[in-house]
T-cell receptor, first 111, second 114 residues
Framework: RKEVEQDPGPFNVPEGATVAFNCTYSNSASQSFFWYRQDCRKEPKLLMSVYSSGNEDGRFTAQLNRASQYISLLIRDSKLSDSATYLCVVIRGATGNQFYFGTGTSLTVIP | EPEVTQTPSHQVTQMGQEVILRCVPISNHLYFYWYRQILGQKVEFLVSFYNNEISEKSEIFDDQFSVERPDGSNFTLKIRSTKLEDSAMYFC????????????FGEGSRLTVL
């Protein structure tokens, strides 16, 4: 079973729509969780951390469900500039140094 | 804004040749990483480096790979004898703290092995 699994999409949504991505992780010992964004042929960039209590940053909301071992990302009022691949990232290593990346979910926001 | 820089941006090499990819992490960061991404696939962890030694490595990081911090600024990845399947984008990353989750990635070095 993969460490981190994501629906690859693609998700094609109109501007202004709300879209949600889920990600599951296999190891219950996983410690920290993040969403990264990767534009085509570019490097990943941190979008937001995911906390047990849930957290919000503007139009973006992240949730963690440890019991079911999944994290989610909700994007409200989608913008064209949100078009990218969203990567779920989990830290499991004993030293906290090993980040596991999901394959990413592709989002295209359509005018 | 401080950034991680990588060179070269693209390297083409023949199978069996040695390749060195270079990275300059953000100056006050203590933890350094190499990741790779084969086209269309996920970002894969290769190795992490702290205090001048490898702290973790993945099963991908076999004997043909090595890392070095030859001076106070550069962090290098060497592939001793490249294979076709080494063709990928190699990302260097650094972080200020352990467990922080915020990795700062360089723009990547695309390696093409012919």
């Amino acid at each position: 079973r993969k460490e981190v699994e994501q629906d690859p999409g693609p998700f094609n949504v109109p501007e202004g729509a709300t879209v949600a991505f889920n990600c599951t992780y296999s190891n219950s010992a996983s410690q920290s969780f993040f969403w990264y964004r990767q534009d085509c042929r570019k490097e990943p960039k941190l979008l937001m951390s995911v906390y047990s209590s849930g957290n919000e940053d503007g139009r973006f909301t992240a949730q963690l469900n440890r019991a079911s071992q999944y994290i989610s990302l909700l994007i409200r009022d989608s913008k064209l500039s949100d078009s990218a691949t969203y990567l779920c990232v989990v830290i499991r290593g004993a030293t906290g140094n090993q980040f596991y990346f999901g394959t990413g979910t592709s989002l295209t926001v359509i005018p | 804004e401080p950034e991680v820089t990588q060179t070269p941006s693209h390297q083409v090499t023949q199978m069996g040749q040695e390749v060195i990819l270079r990275c300059v992490p953000i100056s006050n960061h203590l933890y350094f990483y190499w990741y790779r991404q084969i086209l269309g696939q996920k970002v894969e962890f290769l190795v992490s480096f702290y205090n001048n030694e490898i702290s973790e490595k993945s099963e991908i990081f076999d004997d043909q790979f090595s890392v070095e911090r030859p001076d106070g600024s550069n962090f290098t990845l060497k592939i001793r004898s490249t294979k076709l399947e080494d063709s990928a984008m190699y990302f260097c990353a650094s972080s200020e703290w352990i467990y922080t989750g915020e990795l700062f990635f360089g723009e990547g070095s695309r390696l093409t092995v012919l």
